[in-house]
């Protein structure tokens, strides 16, 4: 498995221990947030919604990843950057 960092929007620090950076393993995007969320599992209700559908805002590299891409490749020593989703109406 690879070693990633996940770089956390403001909004999240909190929610683990104030840190900005989570360094994780995985091969995908999924798995590396899955790791995350072993380490916090409030990340569980902060990224997915009831359905298990992404509720957050996953960049990998600068790029937006779809719900649908969550078994994406990732590379070693990438990002992924996590922020809450902006709603407005």
């Known amino acids: 498995m690879m070693d990633i960092r996940i770089k956390l929007n403001h909004a999240f620090q909190p929610y683990a221990d104030n840190r900005e950076i989570i360094e994780v393993k995985g091969n995908t995007v999924r798995e590396c947030l899955d790791n995350l969320i072993g380490i916090f599992p409030v990340f ?16 990998y590299e600068g790029e937006a990843i779809l719900p649908n891409n969550l078994n994406r490749s990732v590379t ?13 109406g």
């Not at 070693?76 to 407005?88: C, D, F």
């Open 76 to 88: 070693k020593q990438s990002e992924l950057v996590l922020m809450p989703m902006i709603q407005g």
């Open 44 to 59: 569980k209700e902060l990224l997915f919604n009831n359905d298990g559908a992404l509720s957050a805002l996953v960049l």
